[in-house]
C-alpha cells in the first residue's frame, strides 16, 4: 500500500505546483490562527508547568513550585496571609474559599475551625483568631494530599481557568494566556481600577486583541503596559520586575509559544527553564 502511495504523489505534487500557491482567504487565516491557539495553550500539562515555574520565581523565589503548597507569611502588603502555590490570601477572600471547599472535601480538617475568622478578617490585613497557631496548622494541613489538591481546584477554578479561556477568546497563543494568568493572580478580577478586567480595558483603549483584527505583540505590550500602572498603584508591588525582566523578555524574543529554554529574572535573580 505505502509503496503505491509512493507511486502516485508525484503526479498530484507537480499538479499543485503548475498551479501556483493558492491564496489563503483572510477569514480562513483567522480560522486557521483560532485553531493554532486553541491547539496547544496554557493549559497544555507541559506549559502548565512551566507557567507555575514562572509564577513561583516570583512569588516565592523559587522555580519548585510544588514545594509553596506549606508556605505562608504575612508579606506586609495589606493583604493579611499570604500563603499556599499562588498565595491566597487572608483578605482577599480567596483563602476563604479555599478553607471553605477544602472543608466541604474534609470537614474536620486542622483548617476548619478557623473558618469564622476567616470570615471575619476578609478585606482586612488583621490576623484576629488566627494567631498564633494558623501558620503551623497551614503547614500541617499542606502535608495531606487532599489540601493540595484543594489548592490545585482553586486556582485553577480562580485563576487559571479564566486567564486561559480570556486569553483564547482573544486569541493570544501561550504567552499571552501566561501574561493573563499572572495579572489575575496578583490583581484578581474585582471592580477595582486595577483589578484584571480594568487592565485589560485599559489596553484595550491603545490597542486591539488578534481576535479584533489587531497584532499579538502589539496587544500584549499594552496590557503589560496597564499590568506595569496598575501594580505601580500599590507600593508593595511597586517592582515591576516580574513583568520587565520576565513577560516583556519574552515577548521581545518573539517567544509567544514559551518554547524553552526560558532565561529572566525576577527582583534581581537570574532563572532558567530548559
Not at 507541559?46 to 523559587?62: F, G, H, L, P, T
Not at 503589560?224 to 498603584?233: F, S
Request: glycine share 10%; aromatic share 8%.
Amino acid at each position: 500500500m505505502l509503496g503505491g502511495v509512493l507511486l502516485a504523489a508525484p503526479l498530484t505534487v507537480h499538479a499543485a505546483a503548475a498551479a501556483g500557491p493558492a491564496p489563503v482567504p483572510l477569514a480562513d487565516a483567522a480560522v486557521a490562527r483560532a485553531v493554532r491557539t486553541a491547539a496547544v495553550g496554557l493549559d497544555d500539562p507541559v506549559k502548565k508547568d512551566i507557567a507555575m515555574q514562572i509564577v513561583s520565581s516570583a512569588e516565592n523565589s523559587s522555580l519548585d513550585w510544588k514545594a509553596q503548597y506549606k508556605y505562608i507569611e504575612d508579606i506586609g502588603d495589606g493583604r493579611g496571609y499570604t500563603a499556599g502555590i499562588i498565595g491566597f490570601c487572608s483578605g482577599t477572600g480567596d483563602m476563604l474559599d479555599l478553607v471553605e471547599y477544602y472543608t466541604q472535601v474534609k470537614p474536620g480538617n486542622v483548617l476548619a475551625k478557623y473558618l469564622p475568622a476567616l470570615r471575619k478578617v476578609n478585606g482586612s490585613d488583621s490576623h484576629a483568631g488566627l494567631d498564633p497557631n494558623f501558620p503551623k496548622d497551614w503547614a500541617k494541613a499542606a502535608q495531606d494530599p487532599e489540601f493540595k489538591k484543594a489548592q490545585d481546584h482553586e486556582r485553577d477554578r480562580v485563576y487559571f481557568n479564566p486567564a486561559v479561556k480570556q486569553g483564547k477568546s482573544d486569541g493570544v497563543g501561550v504567552l499571552g494566556q501566561f501574561v493573563y494568568y499572572d495579572a489575575l493572580v496578583m490583581h484578581g478580577d474585582g471592580s477595582d481600577s486595577t483589578s484584571f478586567r480594568n487592565i485589560r480595558k485599559r489596553a484595550l483603549s491603545k490597542a486591539k486583541p488578534p481576535a479584533q483584527g489587531g497584532s499579538e505583540t502589539a496587544w500584549l505590550n499594552a496590557f503589560l503596559d496597564a499590568r506595569v500602572w496598575a501594580m505601580k498603584q500599590e507600593e508593595a508591588h511597586s517592582d515591576t520586575s516580574r513583568v520587565d525582566t520576565a513577560q516583556r523578555v519574552f515577548l521581545k524574543k518573539g517567544n509567544l509559544t514559551l518554547q524553552t529554554p526560558l532565561e529572566w529574572k525576577v527582583y534581581g535573580d537570574s532563572y532558567r527553564i530548559g
